[in-house]
């Protein structure tokens, strides 16, 4: 295990040194010259090469990333353009509402996608199986934004039930907090709803037609027993799979989300970056987002040999 | 026609529904000047925010234009956004992922290392920053939905590559001196044809998917084109006092992804059918 760990950490090094480059040439090739855009195009000649020479822009491009990559190293990811921040303070102000709300999306996710598909396999080919499965396929092609609106049509427009917008801290005041998360949730788990409760169906109709099931069952197991102990544990493994495949995606979603409930985290912060050309903002947003799926990712694999002991991977 | 197709068609409604809509998308596309009843961008000041109404079936937006055929002109932007982005995933990805699949060793190893970095950016940010990145337009749009959509073609093509090179047929073939680009194109090649239809069809779906999410946060398909996704974002703002603004172009973008979905999961089970 140890062996593994390491190697998937020389790995997450690696692949956030490629990330890294294809970040760094991209703004600084791709986009142009920074210092115009930051100056506009009605800056003068005199201006923009004195803010290109105490920027250092007017080294080479690969002494610039050399420059930028060892600053990045210790933490450091520059000045963002638009906030009077550095770009790491302004992301880890933001972070915390990010990691509150894909956490909470995924755990509620998880919670009601599992026993609704355990149900619709026992309930296999029945109504309540097409039904739900009915259900998930039209949750997989709807837009979550479009949720989003949906259900502040309903709940805060119509019903006057919850706030549409706004963020409170946890610590500050958790009832309010988790009162305004309610609906960014829902909507950022209605898709992961459906494709883990079309898993977990599929998964356990196969569990349930292996070999130990039919034993279980031919010893005159307790059905309950069957279900809860025998097939629901390996039912799990391949879930966290997918789970762990989709941390990705939660990040995406959260862009979304945050944009339409104004949550101020790292998702509209992006849009907002973008929406302003501050590039080192952007930059340091997709690096440090990337950086917490990779981390996620590693997680999950670790998880896979606590859940299941047969798992070695040395 | 292979009678074997309409047989298993038959036993999954997915693929009457799926073709229905595809089918219906399409026409809408080509034929969107004969079948929308006004200029999807033409204003009518008289008409400002109309709800649906005989004349208008959809209502009218705040600048007094027909939300129903601007609907019918967005297939167009939405199908084209799809269709081209995939397209063009298709043909990097497939290609990519033989080449690794096929020489292994360190060409193998650069391109999965890449495909992996690409794979760690959640789909969205890489999307939106690489429009933020080359500036916004219709092309560009669908480059970034294309470098994204990459990735999954390669990695899903280098495995079964991997897999379709331990065959005898594919020994037999080198044991014949068979060059390596017929080896690749005419020995495997047809094979994971399956697995890129399947994955096309999926691919459509997200890229319109994708597309109106960028849209919706102001980084999609720029004006004058009427994109479902802009519609819905220049929607949210009058929500509170013109609900169907939001809620057609949302249904209809629910629809047409369901379509691709289940024309993809059709085709899945017709190919898992037809390998048994």
Redesign the interface.
Known sequence: MFPHIVRRLIYLV??LF??SA??FF??NI??GDPVVIMLGQSATQETITKLREQLGLNRPVIVQYLDWISHVIRGDLGDSYTLPMTVSEVILQRFPVTIELTLLSMIFSLIIAIPLGIFAAIKFNSKTDITLMGFS??C???????IG??L??LFS?KLNLLPASGYVPFLTSPLKNLRLMILPVVTLSIWYIAVYMRFTRSTFIETLRSDYILVARAKGMQERRVLWVHAFKNTLIPLVTVVGVNI??????A??TE??FSLPGLGRL??DA??G?DLPL?EGI?LF??TA??LCNLVVDILYVTIDPKIRYD | MDLRILRISKQYKSFYIGSAITLTLIACAVFAEYMSPFDPISQDMSAILKPPNPKHWLGTDYLGRDIFSRIIFGSRVSLMVGFFSMLFALISGVGLGLIAGFYGSWIDNIIMRITDTLLAFPRLVLALTITAFLGQSFWNVILALSITGMPVFSRLIRGETLSIMTRDYIRSAKAFSASKSRIILVHVLPNVMNLVIVQASLSIAFAILTEASMSFLGLGIPPPHPSWGMMLQSGYSYMGVAPWLALAPGIVIFIAVLGFNFLGEWIEHYIAHMAR
Request: overall charge positive.
């Open positions: 690696l692949v490629i990330m294809i970040v991209l703004m791709v986009t396929a039209a997989i092609s709807m837009p979550n934004f479009w609106i949906l502040i049509l427009l990705s995606g939660l990040f995406g979603g862009v979304v944009t339409v992006l849009v973008i929406l050309k952007i997709v987002i990337t799926v990779i």
